[in-house]
């Protein structure tokens, strides 16, 4: 008898142990919070890639990246005016919220989910593959009315996971 009751206790153990590693994605106030603590970094972002537009027409996937990496994020959906680098919709089988239905701060957007970091480029795949909390921040590059081109997006990991080379 006491291994037969054993067995649903084990079982029990074992669901409760894998929904405590289960990834969930983060709520809007986490967003609200990982947005407020990038703020700064996506604003030098912007200040990078308009000084760069300023003295040349064309930004190339090796800058783009440098400032992306330099920003901390994930990746980049460009706007046709910027290349995009390691685009990085998240899960919508997790409740991803896109930018467009998120927080509205300022000419920001912010949208949240859980974002994957596997990826291949020329046979060589990169990241883990897993699921990572994170946000993802739209806007306008430069003032209202800019004519640069349609918004950008800029994806950021939460969990503390590296950006894959």
Request: glycine share 12%; charged share 20%; net charge negative.
């Amino acid at each position: 008898m006491m291994r037969s009751s054993a067995i649903p206790t084990l079982a029990a153990l074992a669901c409760v142990a894998a929904l405590a590693c289960e990834v969930t994605p983060p709520d809007e106030a986490k967003a609200r919070a990982a947005f407020g603590e990038r703020r700064a970094a996506i604003e030098a972002f912007e200040d990078q890639v308009l000084s760069t537009i300023a003295i040349r027409t064309e930004i190339g996937d090796p800058q783009i990246t440098a400032f992306v990496v330099g920003a901390g994020a994930l990746g980049l959906d460009g706007n046709g005016l910027l290349p995009s680098v390691l685009p990085c919709p998240p899960g919508t089988k997790h409740g991803a919220v896109a930018p467009d239905d998120g927080l509205a701060i300022d000419r920001y957007r912010i949208g949240w989910g859980l974002y994957q970091t596997a990826w291949e480029t020329d046979g060589t795949k990169h990241g883990d593959g897993d699921y990572h909390p994170g946000i993802t921040v739209k806007w306008r590059l430069g003032d209202e009315g800019s004519p640069l081109g349609d918004p950008v997006q800029l994806c950021f990991l939460l969990d503390g996971t590296p950006r894959p080379p």
